[in-house]
């Protein structure tokens, strides 16, 4: 059940670092967080990550923040993960008189806002809080609500004030860890033997249940994130086979163990819905397969739900190729989710990058299991994103259109794009950060930005110039697709910092009417030229030619534009 | 002497030192590696293995290795 420090110690021993993505993770605790340390280094190798780890004293974070000189100002963390056990913090509220005891989470919450305060007065990172293990002492038993000086009453109120604390600084995050003692069970997480004998807050198991579930959040952040659930159909999305039991023996809904499936598709729709893809994988044949969704009354899933339904009886990791050819996002952000283990262990064997669950036999248990894996983590959320589906939906149309028009222009012509070009508007702060943290392919520096650095380059217009590029044409609104952000670099060069699009409007042309919008720019300020610069990484090798293709020149490792003697380039959108 | 077989293969495993070999005398002065949290980590491994679970006290008067086995062995056959 608990995952095994252990195991997942030898798990990181074995992996070979290869070009992994690398950040910078302070932790101050109010316990002994060794043990921690070591299993967030652990948890990150396990996802590719390579973690610098600054583990400060056991419990100084109040002078960590403070003093100036402390060790943490000396690190410059990506992350900041204050952690703090109610243990700890119920013997210093038992050492407190009546009073302050009723003004415990008051002052608690005063206290870390002026921790907060201070440290983003100092240094630029994310913060990262526990919420509060809810810790009942049984001293008030249930009457707990009605006393302002129970330990009980004090933790919820400190909850609340921690979302509120959440809520108010844009680069503070709460960590659940209540949902993880929820999952694993108080008695699992803590060895009273051990926290005798050497301090332990938790078992050391319940460490490496930690770093896991942290590592996926912070690796959100650094771009590792799932975007598409594939799902199989028979026995993985209702119970029986459809072929054979038909549309009035699957069992779904009311039916048999129907209720299993019912709620693991309940939980899929609300992943859609934030904005997850999914997809369908099914050795079935098309129309059978697609009949539940189109006549079945209780299936939650419909075929407006699926971005992309693939039934056939060719192999799946052929088929789950094809998925990705036209969702055109990388196999290690996708999700597999299959009951025949042989299925499993071909996608395994052929796509090892993409995910692949090993599903429990009793389907009740899938969705508890699933939950557990902390797959779906994500460091952003805007409104757009439920519309995801419908814009790889229109993608399909778009490639039959394609099918039918010979050439290209004529093809391109036909679409009837219509582009808008302008700088960053706040309503759309939260999507454009998330596509600096999401973008992996075309993306040329690969630089990931928060919503709060994405608003302070946007007022900062004496050094910043930044672009949103959204995109329609007449089957449907891509929304903002593509980011730049340029930067001043001196009276004469504009410097492309940040250049990201969305794979899905590649070979439209945008980039070409980008680059017309952006030397008008730099000739309005009087520029003589843009810089870019291309980073490599494992993913971004689409992007390789990118500011050759366009005419920039290469000159020692930076490409230059000049802006005076440009061609506007050709391309067909309004 | 199976225990103590066993027992050597957990201290390999969690002090990463293929070569180790303790006998019934060996005391945390004498690897380098047997700290207080790796001894922690040696803990829980043995219990897991044995399927058994340790006092508080228990943990705590143990003097070397002999005494951790003799620990086990009450407890198997308990």
């Known amino acids: 059940m608990l995952i095994d420090f252990q195991t997942l110690k030898s798990q990181a021993k074995g992996i070979q670092k290869n070009n992994f993505k690398k950040a910078k993770i302070a932790i101050l605790g109010n316990y002994t967080t060794q043990f921690l340390a070591k299993s967030i280094e652990y948890s990150g190798l396990k996802h590719s990550l390579e973690f610098e780890i600054y583990n400060a004293e056991y419990d100084q974070i109040e002078s960590e923040i403070y003093d100036l000189n402390s060790g943490l100002y000396n690190f410059n963390a990506d992350f900041v993960f204050i952690t703090i056990s109610s243990l700890k913090l119920q013997s210093k509220f038992y050492a407190l008189s009546a009073e302050k005891k009723a003004s415990f989470c008051r002052d608690y919450i005063t206290d870390l806002t002026n921790l907060i305060n201070v440290l983003n007065s100092r240094i630029k990172t994310k913060i990262i809080i526990n919420n509060l293990e809810i810790l009942n002492d049984q001293v008030f038993g249930n009457f707990y609500a009605k006393v302002d000086q129970s330990f009980v009453s004090n933790i919820y109120d400190l909850n609340a004030g921690l979302l509120q604390l959440a809520r108010t600084f844009d680069n503070l995050y709460l960590f659940d860890l209540n949902g993880l003692i929820q999952y694993y069970g108080t008695r699992h997480i803590r060895d009273w033997s051990q926290y005798v004998n050497a301090d332990l807050h938790y078992s050391l198991d319940f460490h490496a249940a930690i770093s896991e579930k942290l590592v996926a959040f912070i690796g959100a952040f650094l771009g590792a ?350 | 002497m199976d225990i103590l077989n066993d027992v050597n293969a957990i201290f390999r495993d969690v002090l990463e030192n293929d070569d180790l070999v303790i006998t019934p005398d060996t005391t945390s002065a004498d690897v380098e590696e047997w700290d207080s949290l790796n001894h922690i980590q040696l803990v829980v491994s043995i219990e897991k293995h044995f399927k058994l679970k340790f006092s508080a006290n228990e943990i705590r008067n143990w003097k070397n290795v002999g005494e951790m086995c003799d620990a086990i062995s009450l407890k198997l056959s308990a």
């Open chain 1, 225 to 574: 994130i799932k975007k598409c659930v594939i799902v199989d159909l028979d026995n993985t999305m209702w119970g029986g086979i459809i072929g054979d039991d038909g549309l009035q023996g699957i069992q779904i809904g009311s039916l048999g163990i129907g209720k299993s499936y019912t709620e693991l598709q309940k939980w899929i729709k609300q992943l859609k819905e934030r904005g997850v893809i999914v997809a369908v994988c099914s050795k079935n044949t098309e129309s059978i397969a697609k009949e539940p969704f189109e006549k079945h009354p209780e299936m939650v899933l419909k075929l407006d739900d699926i971005a992309v339904f693939i039934a056939n009886w060719e192999n799946k990791a052929d088929n789950i190729r094809a998925i990705q050819q036209i969702l055109n996002i990388g196999f290690d952000s996708m999700v597999f989710l299959d009951d025949n283990p042989a299925e499993r262990a071909i996608i395994r064997q052929n796509l090892p990058a993409v995910c692949v669950p090993e599903l429990p036999e009793d389907p009740a248990l899938y969705l508890d299991y699933l939950k557990s894996l902390h797959l779906f983590e994500t460091a952003s959320f805007s409104t757009g994103d439920k519309d995801r589906t419908k814009q790889y939906q229109e993608e399909a149309q778009r490639q039959q259109l394609q099918f039918t028009v010979t050439n290209i222009e004529d093809y391109l012509k036909s679409l009837q794009m219509e582009i808008v070009i302008e700088p960053f508007d706040p309503m759309d702060i939260p999507r454009i950060a998330q596509l600096t943290q999401r973008s992996n392919q075309f993306n040329l520096r690969t630089i990931r930005y928060s919503e709060v650095e994405i608003r302070d380059m946007a007022t900062d217009s004496s050094n910043y110039f930044t672009c949103s590029v959204k995109l329609k044409d007449k089957f449907g609104d891509y929304g903002l697709i593509s980011v730049l952000i340029l930067k001043r670099l001196n009276s004469e060069s504009l410097f492309i910092d940040t250049w990201v699009m969305s794979c899905r409007v590649l070979k439209r042309g945008v980039e070409n009417a980008v680059v017309n919008y952006c030397v008008a720019l730099a000739k309005n300020n009087g520029f003589h030229q843009l810089v870019g610069e291309y980073i490599s990484t494992a993913k971004n090798d689409l992007v390789r030619e990118h500011y050759p293709s366009l005419g920039f020149a290469d000159k020692e490792g930076f490409w230059h534009l000049d802006v005076q003697n440009f061609k506007p380039l050709i391309h067909y959108i309004n």
